[in-house]
């Protein structure tokens, strides 16, 4: 059901809008391994190879109303949410302009209060109690048809944080769809050494929540299911664990050397199943898109990623008087104070 | 405004009764805080009144309940959530000072995160390691995140109000020692919230001056008494905040002074009263007329349960008078 | 199989001796609560109702070769490996002679480094992943035919140290008995409260190692699933979850008032099903006891207890120039350094 | 006792590997840290030499690994735990301050927990706020736990074996950006520890003395190297154990100098360098003839990642010079 040999779940213009973003999205990390090898990017964490299971999983977002809590992967989820490249490349380059974090975070660290993406710490698991309490406030707001999304890898599930997270919500049947791109590793550990059962969805059990299995690079699954959940959030419902099992195509990092723990056939193995050239073969044999659509797609996308490129070189750093800028915000009616902020 | 009697106790049960019933953000977590009323009651009622929805009993998960309380706060609420003891902030140390202390600044001021964390700390009640520690010296030390130590019941209701009104997160440590001993007048009504970062001098004196928090300001008035009749002078400066240190209260007691006691609860080494210590060293020194002193805790991991050791670990009003005795002398 | 109604598991000695201890250990928290009263004893925490869970366990373990890892409720566990009424007087009245902790935590913290069984802190839940530790240890140190037991409360299956304990426990499939005294209430907060399923047990699926229900009330059930889980760990057969349904009959501690939230007629409900009671007709229907022999041994109890009071009375408190001991070893060829520790 | 030239980075790696090789109870754990060899590759070739029951990858639980370790050691093992980045020290706090901190004492000396935390700290590596912390000053408040900073190759050999030959918990943080920019003579052989607790005076001066660790103690030579043209003579401390601090080197420097410069990484409030400052107050006051001063980063929650912030943020040999040149001049 919704896999790629079932209806078609999507209409045109979705299918054709999701497989632009994926494009997108893969064509900007590619950029960013560039800058990284040129000393231009300081640090780059791929998200090649999670596509389907991002823009799959935006399928199922209203941006701006349903809240998203991501995880440092998250870069062509949060494309298909609205962030452009130019807005990834002057994060990933700490501009000033950097629309996530002023450049003060590493890229990867999304976030834009006007579309509801949370911004997230670095620490693995430490954001989902963060989308159990949005939810709890969307509650206690009485804001009604509305979910929290939060996304993580399989080694995060090990953390004390994630349990009281599905905890809480399980407890409170709160509106929060979590959803773990399981994609094999955590950095150079392989699933067995991080979780003690087969699929991290049979974790769910333990909290009072259905827990469910989904091929992670297959984007009308990861949307068919995440619609699913979604849905049952919003009718107040109860939450969801959805597990995409998917790969990631790169290293974990620019820092990383995975040929120290993974053999490069299984690399290539899951590189034959790329998400993004399942979907093209989708779109011509199902919707009828000409390939030349798809180069055309391609082409507009790598001019894209140039001209952010060259405007997030151009544009300025972070001046550094403003290093103490929004340590503390303003307290309504107080007189400002001569605390010293520098010290230095 | 109105003046009444209240203890401690009830000073913080009425702030949190009136912020809910004034600011419809306000919401109340924490273990055994709603049917209950808190292993304290102080938040005996409030469930009744306001139902579950805003008094919400939270399972045994302290990074889960500041957490939550975090995303409640990026919404926009204004939550109070309760940690049993101060002992057990350690599990939620991740997220009140990785996450909540530092949402504002990795966001570049686009998220913030008003809650407040209110935590019964402090020793001299036969608590043990585990329900007595003094825990400010693991908060201080990190940007973002105000603390927050009141001494009176006055103080107590008008700093949690202004830690509720806050836009930045704040611990709110309370001594459960005052918790039901001390009484005093509180000033109710909505405007009676006292500012964060403002010290308070509870005794003005010309020979030595204590600066204290928590229930060591009781001790130090009671020290400040007892001196008095050997003609030794204490001023008692009252920190009330610890982050934002109110620096200028600090340096201007030592300068009419010239002698500086800093009392605390806790151990000595990696205290906060080390960092009064530095400031006034680095700020004040041309006022000095004597060393700074510390007078703290022995450097034991906690505080220990028979009564003969306990007394052994607490700071009191006897070894203040010892210490500040010594001081003058100087 | 086990309970109540199935064939006797134990032996007649077993049978009586295991009584004994649960009658001992009753003796001792009524003594302790009249002593709170008494404002002789600050602190007073109750293993009243536990008793055929904690007396049932110790059936399974061997003092001082397998680790127990317990926690504040578990008296009548520490009396049936061979701390005595004494010891625990010693121990609540804060004396030197405690030998828990020489007076230096307050009561429930039981303790012995020649019986295996680790000194606790108060915090709920983070003394399970010392018992992982330990188990590691164990199979490091190739001590084979040794398992660990720990103990815990429903309520502390929330903590996120718990789970990080049993995903660390099922990953690498180590000898650790997992037991949940699960007696419905958390201080004052219901099950539904504080675990989002109906039964702790269930948890064990997402760690991939069993979970059992057992009543807890029944002494010679928790036998049997406790031996079952431990020949499984000692077999290197991997941890078990083990949930003993049983029910608190006083007060959390002596500063909790149960009345505040729950019914008198739910207390009395359970008081008719005390375990201890329960086992008595036990053994005197199957194991045909005299009702004298248990009356002798409820008087023998409260003899020893008052003795052990008087001891524990008479007993010096520790000096106060000890406050400083034990802070740190002593390190093997450095010479004394003068820093001194005491400032006060 | 053979001398070699290694990185800091290979003497923490070579300690670690002889420890492994001498003593069947030494065992190492924690993410990525067996097959991959560790993120910074402080354990490479480790699992390869001693096998999947002394070098074990653990999931990623920070209070897990640390939990175990205790485990471990309270059964006698003499586990050596690493945290991928000390800015995730934090959800294992309650197990490091409330559990192995703590289990001595608590036990009346019945149990101790020889165990070391090993974490990478530090900025100036475009790390950002979670990947570039200083967290010393949460660690260095609770009496039971060591806390190490080595400030070159051979100390950081010899310190990590004498952590993991101590009988109690040691926290021994690395700074990352020195791991490979720093080489230097390490004398190998078993006997070759550096007693915990002794600080080293790694430059002799007579006008002003700084009072440092980790990388900053390269920044002040730096510093020192440039000033001694201007005339002005720094002494430098490298204290190498923060706790137990060595008073003695502290005092004795200041007496010798009568100028304290302490430099820290760390943010000013709340920071370590408090501490410092507050033993020289309290005890160093007669000898001091400038007030003590303390440079450190400013109050802001942590590194920003931008280069120009990061520049902002971090102390360097310019920014000691120039509060060198001022103290001396006072
Ligand atoms: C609390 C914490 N511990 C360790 C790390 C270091 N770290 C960063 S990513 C990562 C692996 C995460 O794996 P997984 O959750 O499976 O997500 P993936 O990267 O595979 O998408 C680790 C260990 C961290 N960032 N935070
Ligand atoms: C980390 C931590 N949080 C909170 C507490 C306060 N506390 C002590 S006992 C308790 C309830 C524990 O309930 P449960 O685990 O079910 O065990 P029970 O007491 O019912 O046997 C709580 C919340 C604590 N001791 N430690
Ligand atoms: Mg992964
Ligand atoms: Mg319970």
Redesign the interface.
Known sequence: MGSDDGPPALSAAEALSAYTVMVQARAVDDRLWQLSRQGRAHFVITSAGHEATQVGMALAIRAGHD?VVPYYRDMALVLALGQTPRDLLLHAMGRAA?P??????MYG?F???ARRI??G?S?VG?H??????????????GERDTAVVTSFGEGATAE??WH??L??AG?QRLPVVFVCESNQYAISMPHHAEVPVADVALKAAGYGMPGEVVDGNDLRAVALAMRRAMARARADGGPTLLECKTYRLRPHSNADDDRRYRAAAEVDAWRARDPIGRFGEVLVREYGVAPAVLAQIAGQARAEVDQATLDADAAPAPHPATIA????????G?AP???DQRHA | MTTTEQTLLEAIRGAMHDALAWDARV?VLG??VA???G?FLATDGLLERFGA??V?????????I????????????R?VAEIQFA??L??A???I???A????????????CPLVIRAPFGGGI??????SQSVE??F?????L?VVVPATPHDARGLLLAAI????PVLFLEHKRLYRTLRGPVATGQGATV???VAACRRPGRDVSIITYGAMVHESLRAADALAHEGVDLEVIDLRTL???D??AVLATVRRTGRALIVSE??????????I??V????G??D?D?????????????V??????E???M?SAA?IMTAARELARY
Chains 1, 3 share one sequence.
């Open positions: 809240y950097d996530a974090s002023g450049g003060r975070q660290h976030s834009s209060r949370v911004s710490s620490s430490s989902l109690v963060h989308a159990v309490g949005l939810a709890f406030a969307l509650r206690i707001g004390g944080a009281e997270a905890t809480i407890i800028d929004h340590v503390f915000g303003t307290v309504a107080a104070r001569s605390e | 919401v273990e055994d049917v209950k009323g292993v929805l805003r919400i009993d939270m399972p045994i998960a302290e990074a889960g500041v957490g939550v309380a975090i995303g409640m706060a990026l919404h926009g609420l939550p002992d057990y350690y599990p140390i991740d997220q000072l990785n996450e202390a530092r949402m504002r600044y990795r966001s570049n001021g686009d998220w913030n036969h608590g043990a390691l585990y329900h010296a693991l201080t030390s990190t940007p973002g105000k009104a806050d836009p930045d500012p964060l970062g982050v934002p240190l620096r200028d806790d151990n000595l080494t990696g205290g906060f009263a080390g960092e210590a530095a006034i060293a680095e700020h020194f041309a000095l004597a060393p700074v002193r510390r007078l703290a805790a022995p450097d034991v991991p906690a220990p349960f028979s009564e003969t050791l007394d052994a670990f700071v070894k």
